[in-house]
């Protein structure tokens, strides 16, 4: 990410505002821009098709400007607070909630050089800020003093921390073939793998396929999302953790569903599918690098879309799990599967490199 | 029972419930409100339960919160006016509450309706039954998560609504049916238009073939779970698909001798032997499937003539009582008519609704299944709000 400014700007260093409050406000705005645009294409658009209905048409184009009076209509609702809530901690849960996902933003690459921050431990970085959401969960669940609430914050520490684990063991494959936990050279070690000596298409999906499975999946229940959404499961516990939120706080929790949702499929199309770099995209353009940020920030794009576009394929289709049978899926099948992954990943490095 | 007894005794069952819980473990149970409002009541059906952790130590239904008081309404109404209250009960085949009704009517009067309108009368009957059940097979899937079904139960359940509107007049309360007959006859084209829409509620099925049957959660979900012996039902009163999904093969229309037309219709009545959910839910399927073909069939073969019988232009139904059930979508329904002679309407009209039995099972259900399954099991038992308080 070049600079913006240069100078002094309010008597700090240009360097600094480019280093970091720029950056950071761009991450904001990527969050934002993609949790908008999974709610407006997948949430209200695609499903509707799928449900044979046409979803809001009213305002705008096709309905395209319905997002914005959904916005509206929260920020003016009423921000309610139950008599016997907890009021900071239940005021605060939501934004716990989005800072731990608003965190993810940093290390994600949508660029050659657009990333906020190329942290050399990356995507161990990604994977512990996600669960800091648990938290938040916990804490707007016991603070709403409502039994539904509690139930729904429990069932979904448990399936976050449950899940949390084969989603850490699938990327472990990924990671071995990169020999990076940085997310920049794992893209850059996809550019560069071949798969049985042919290069150019050694995207990791090919060899990590079991893996982008269990991915994809854990990710499913990382975002309580049907089958996965006991925590919220709507005909039982009315909104799970979130019943007793309204207004403001409510689409706190809203966004960052869908940004968790947006920023977890930017993750699975780096680690799986080469993330900006498309095969054939050469190193150098010369002076058109500006083109190849361009290009791939596109590509980026694209990818993390297609990924979007299966998870709410799923979501719309299928009916959820028990709270048992779903723990026994992620300890009985998910989390064996992976380790088996591992082990057949490891055996299959040291064989090529004999 | 009252309801502050009903409370009492819930009371009393909680604690022994808790003291079991604590002689095992320090634990306390929570007792949590499923209703009044809930969406996964249908209503306000209000669900006590225990719990202990997210198992169900002990459970108990407090209908009521919809009395309209219909059986007392019923005695200062006259007879033309009943029917406008009756299709209040199970407002989603309103159609089928007239009809019991006002064979009782015509039972007590010594009149009977043209075989022309005891056709029609029997088509929109199964009509009823299309439109009421199609959207169970919608929003049983809703209730286990999957959400894509119940808009596709909306959107064809409609096509059958805009038929019944056609032919009616009303699209949720038709209020059609009259004492000697029916109030008018059908549009022109209303057949064909009919055949083709029970074609389009067959490839509803059949797309929930595809999106829930054989999908293996949703057999998870359901399977095995909230059995019903068949030596339970009977001791309930269960009827109707509930009973037939615990393989008792008892259906009114082929077992009770009617003046309605199914006996000249070629159809079968299905059963299952499990008793569990997703049986209840099977049966209810194929249930949808035979009506389409009972419709069919009674359309190629509607006889000409009247639409209504000749009555007095006062009705005044002599001293008598009868009772008149029939086979409604949700089980039987049946109307105790008793009449005095007088002018006016009924004296006494007990009316048995088939989700006031059907949910009386829900505390010998519920006991020690898990949340999730409560609201599995509330949903396949398939009650209406209207129906269990009337």
Same mark, same amino acid.
């Given at each position: 990410?070049?600079?913006?400014?240069?100078?002094?700007?309010?008597?700090?260093?240009?360097?600094?505002?480019?280093?970091?409050?720029?950056?950071?406000?761009?991450?904001?705005?990527?969050?934002?821009?993609?949790?908008?645009?999974?709610?407006?294409?997948?949430?209200?658009?695609?499903?509707?098709?799928?449900?044979?209905?046409?979803?809001?048409?009213?305002?705008?184009?096709?309905?395209?400007?319905?997002?914005?009076?959904?916005?509206?209509?929260?920020?003016?609702?009423?921000?309610?607070?139950?008599?016997?809530?907890?009021?900071? =901690?239940? #005021?605060? $849960?939501? *934004?716990?909630?989005?800072?731990?996902?608003?965190?993810?933003?940093? @290390? /994600? &690459?949508?660029?050659?050089?657009?990333?906020?921050?190329?942290?050399?431990?990356?995507?161990?970085?990604?994977?512990?800020?996600?669960?800091?959401?648990?938290?938040?969960?916990?804490?707007?669940?016991?603070?709403?003093?409502?039994?539904?609430?509690?139930?729904?914050?429990?069932?979904?520490?448990?399936?976050?921390?449950?899940?949390?684990?084969?989603?850490?063991?699938?990327?472990?494959?990924?990671?071995?073939?990169?020999?990076?936990?940085?997310?920049?050279?794992? =893209?850059? #070690?996809? $550019?560069? *793998?071949?798969?049985?000596?042919?290069?150019?298409?050694?995207?990791? @999906? /090919? &060899?990590?396929?079991?893996?982008?499975?269990?991915?994809?999946?854990?990710?499913?229940?990382?975002?309580?999302?049907?089958?996965?959404?006991?925590?919220?499961?709507?005909?039982?516990?009315?909104?799970?953790?979130?019943?007793?939120?309204?207004?403001?706080?409510?689409?706190?929790?809203?966004?960052?569903?869908?940004?968790?949702?947006?920023?977890?499929?930017?993750?699975?199309?780096?680690?799986?599918?080469?993330?900006?770099?498309?095969?054939?995209?050469?190193?150098?353009?010369?002076?058109? $690098?500006?083109?190849?940020?361009?290009?791939?920030?596109?590509?980026?794009?694209?990818?993390?879309?297609?990924?979007?576009?299966?998870?709410?394929?799923?979501?719309?289709?299928?009916?959820?799990?028990?709270?048992?049978?779903?723990?026994?899926?992620?300890?009985?099948?998910?989390?064996?599967?992976?380790?088996?992954?591992?082990?057949?990943?490891?055996?299959?490095?040291?064989?090529?490199?004999? | 029972?009252?309801?502050?007894?009903?409370?009492?005794?819930?009371?009393?069952?909680?604690?022994?419930?808790?003291?079991?819980?604590?002689?095992?473990?320090?634990?306390?149970?929570?007792?949590?409100?499923?209703?009044?409002?809930?969406?996964?009541?249908?209503?306000?059906?209000?669900?006590?339960?225990?719990?202990?952790?997210?198992?169900?130590?002990?459970?108990?239904?407090?209908?009521?919160?919809?009395?309209?008081?219909?059986?007392?309404?019923?005695?200062?109404?006259?007879?033309?006016?009943?029917?406008?209250?009756?299709?209040?009960?199970?407002?989603?085949?309103?159609?089928?509450?007239?009809?019991?009704?006002?064979?009782?009517?015509?039972?007590?009067?010594?009149?009977?309706?043209?075989?022309?309108?005891?056709?029609?009368?029997?088509?929109?009957?199964?009509?009823?039954?299309?439109?009421?059940?199609?959207?169970?097979?919608?929003?049983?899937?809703?209730?286990?998560?999957?959400?894509?079904?119940?808009?596709?139960?909306?959107?064809?359940?409609?096509?059958?609504?805009?038929?019944?509107?056609?032919?009616?007049?009303?699209?949720?309360?038709?209020?059609?049916?009259?004492?000697?007959?029916?109030?008018?006859?059908?549009?022109?084209?209303?057949?064909?238009?009919?055949?083709?829409?029970?074609?389009?509620?067959?490839?509803?099925?059949?797309?929930?073939?595809?999106?829930?049957?054989?999908?293996?959660?949703?057999?998870?979900?359901?399977?095995?779970?909230?059995?019903?012996?068949?030596?339970?039902?009977?001791?309930?009163?269960?009827?109707?698909?509930?009973?037939?999904?615990?393989?008792?093969?008892?259906?009114?229309?082929?077992?009770?001798?009617?003046?309605?037309?199914?006996?000249?219709?070629?159809?079968?009545?299905?059963?299952?032997?499990?008793?569990?959910?997703?049986?209840?839910?099977?049966?209810?399927?194929?249930?949808?499937?035979?009506?389409?073909?009972?419709?069919?069939?009674?359309?190629?073969?509607?006889?000409?003539?009247?639409?209504?019988?000749?009555?007095?232009?006062?009705?005044?139904?002599?001293?008598?009582?009868?009772?008149?059930?029939?086979?409604?979508?949700?089980?039987?329904?049946?109307?105790?008519?008793?009449?005095?002679?007088?002018?006016?309407?009924?004296?006494?009209?007990?009316?048995?609704?088939?989700?006031?039995?059907?949910?009386?099972?829900?505390?010998?259900?519920?006991?020690?299944?898990?949340?999730?399954?409560?609201?599995?099991?509330?949903?396949?038992?398939?009650?209406?709000?209207?129906?269990?308080?009337?």
């Amino acid at each position: 990410m070049t600079g913006v400014l240069a100078g002094t700007f309010l008597g700090i260093h240009a360097a600094y505002w480019n280093a970091t409050v720029l950056r950071l406000v761009l991450a904001l705005g990527l969050a934002l821009t993609g949790a908008g645009t999974f709610v407006y294409v997948y949430l209200f658009k695609m499903v509707s098709h799928l449900q044979s209905r046409l979803g809001p048409m009213e305002t705008g184009p096709h309905g395209s400007l319905q997002l914005m009076a959904e916005v509206v209509k929260f920020i003016q609702k009423e921000d309610i607070f139950p008599r016997k809530a907890d009021r900071w =901690v239940f #005021a605060g $849960a939501p *934004f716990v909630v989005i800072m731990s996902t608003l965190l993810i933003y940093v @290390v /994600i &690459p949508v660029g050659p050089r657009g990333v906020v921050s190329g942290l050399d431990v990356g995507i161990l970085y990604a994977l512990a800020v996600s669960s800091i959401s648990v938290i938040g969960v916990l804490m707007a669940g016991w603070a709403s003093a409502n039994k539904y609430s509690l139930i729904g914050a429990l069932r979904a520490a448990g399936q976050l921390i449950a899940y949390e684990l084969p989603l850490v063991l699938a990327i472990v494959g990924v990671v071995m073939q990169a020999g990076s936990l940085n997310l920049q050279t794992i =893209v850059a #070690a996809q $550019a560069h *793998f071949k798969l049985f000596g042919v290069g150019g298409i050694g995207l990791f @999906v /090919i &060899p990590q396929l079991v893996g982008f499975f269990i991915f994809l999946v854990s990710a499913q229940a990382e975002l309580t999302q049907t089958p996965f959404d006991m925590p919220i499961a709507e005909s039982e516990l009315v909104a799970g953790y979130m019943t007793e939120y309204s207004g403001m706080r409510f689409l706190v929790f809203f966004i960052g569903e869908f940004a968790t949702a947006f920023a977890l499929a930017g993750l699975a199309s780096v680690l799986f599918l080469g993330g900006w770099w498309l095969p054939g995209m050469g190193a150098h353009w010369g002076h058109l $690098a500006w083109a190849r940020e361009a290009v791939g920030t596109g590509v980026m794009f694209a990818k993390v879309m297609l990924i979007g576009f299966v998870i709410f394929w799923v979501r719309f289709t299928l009916p959820r799990f028990r709270e048992d049978q779903l723990q026994a899926f992620a300890w009985k099948f998910l989390i064996p599967l992976s380790l088996v992954n591992i082990l057949v990943t490891g055996i299959a490095k040291v064989a090529a490199h004999g | 029972m009252s309801v502050s007894e009903q409370q009492k005794a819930a009371y009393v069952a909680g604690q022994a419930a808790d003291a079991r819980v604590r002689f095992e473990l320090e634990t306390e149970g929570m007792t949590l409100n499923i209703g009044p409002q809930h969406p996964a009541t249908h209503g306000t059906l209000r669900v006590i339960v225990r719990l202990d952790g997210e198992q169900v130590v002990w459970a108990d239904p407090v209908a009521g919160y919809m009395h309209r008081g219909y059986e007392k309404l019923c005695e200062v109404r006259d007879y033309a006016q009943v029917t406008t209250l009756v299709n209040r009960i199970d407002w989603l085949g309103s159609f089928c509450n007239e009809v019991p009704f006002i064979l009782a009517a015509e039972e007590l009067m010594g009149i009977e309706a043209p075989p022309r309108a005891q056709y029609i009368r029997t088509v929109l009957f199964e009509m009823g039954r299309v439109a009421n059940l199609t959207l169970f097979l919608g929003d049983m899937a809703a209730q286990v998560g999957a959400l894509t079904p119940v808009f596709y139960a909306f959107r064809d359940r409609e096509y059958v609504l805009n038929l019944i509107e056609a032919a009616t007049g009303g699209r949720f309360h038709p209020n059609f049916d009259r004492i000697g007959g029916l109030k008018e006859d059908l549009p022109k084209g209303w057949i064909d238009e009919t055949k083709l829409v029970m074609r389009k509620i067959r490839h509803f099925c059949d797309e929930i073939d595809d999106l829930l049957i054989g999908n293996r959660i949703f057999e998870e979900r359901c399977r095995g779970i909230g059995v019903i012996p068949r030596d339970v039902a009977l001791e309930y009163g269960l009827s109707g698909a509930n009973a037939r999904a615990s393989g008792i093969d008892w259906d009114l229309r082929r077992d009770e001798p009617s003046v309605l037309a199914w006996k000249d219709a070629d159809w079968k009545v299905w059963t299952h032997p499990d008793g569990d959910s997703f049986a209840r839910y099977w049966v209810r399927q194929q249930e949808v499937r035979e009506s389409t073909r009972i419709v069919e069939q009674l359309l190629d073969g509607l006889p000409s003539g009247p639409i209504r019988a000749k009555t007095p232009a006062r009705i005044r139904v002599p001293a008598g009582e009868t009772y008149v059930h029939t086979e409604n979508p949700l089980g039987e329904m049946g109307y105790y008519v008793v009449s005095d002679g007088s002018p006016g309407g009924p004296f006494r009209c007990k009316i048995r609704t088939p989700s006031f039995s059907n949910v009386s099972i829900v505390p010998w259900l519920l006991r020690g299944v898990y949340v999730p399954d409560v609201i599995t099991i509330l949903a396949s038992l398939y009650f209406i709000l209207g129906d269990i308080d009337r």
